[in-house]
C-alpha cells in the first residue's frame, strides 16, 4: 500500500500563485508515476499533471504553462506549482500514484484525501 498526504491548498486571489506538495509512504517502490488530478463541483475529475520516477512528465493540454510539476525522489514527494490562477481553476486536488507501462498508458492505484485550492475573483 502507499499512502499519499497532499498539503498546500487554500485561497488565493485570481491571478496568484500556490505549491501542493504531496507526500508518499509506503511501499513507494511499487509505484513509478505520480501525478495530480482535480475536481471542480458538478465536473468530472480530470487530469493536471503526472511526472514518473525518471523525471517524465505529461500536463493537460490546457493547463501547460501554467502549472508545473516536479519532485523530489529524496523525500518522496511530488509538487503542483500552479501560477497565473484563475476561479475556473478553483476546485479539489487529488495526488496519485501508480504505474506508467512502456507503451505509455498510465494505471493510478493510490489517491490522496484532496486539498482544496479556492480561486478568488
Known amino acids: 500500500q502507499v499512502q499519499l498526504v497532499e498539503s498546500g491548498g487554500g485561497l488565493v486571489q485570481a491571478g496568484g500563485s500556490l505549491r501542493l506538495s504531496c507526500a508518499a509512504s509506503?511501499?513507494?517502490?511499487?509505484?513509478?508515476?505520480m501525478g495530480w488530478y482535480r475536481q471542480a463541483p458538478g465536473r468530472q475529475r480530470e487530469l493536471v499533471a503526472t511526472i514518473t520516477t525518471g523525471g517524465e512528465t505529461k500536463y493537460a493540454d490546457s493547463l501547460e504553462g501554467r502549472f508545473t510539476v516536479s519532485r523530489d525522489n529524496a523525500k518522496n514527494t511530488v509538487y503542483l506549482h500552479m501560477s497565473s490562477l484563475s476561479v475556473e481553476d478553483t476546485a479539489v486536488y487529488y495526488c496519485t500514484g501508480g504505474s506508467r507501462f512502456w507503451n505509455g498508458d498510465y494505471r493510478f492505484d493510490y489517491w490522496g484525501q484532496g486539498t482544496q485550492v479556492t480561486v478568488s475573483s
Open positions: 509506503g511501499s513507494i517502490f511499487s509505484i513509478n508515476a
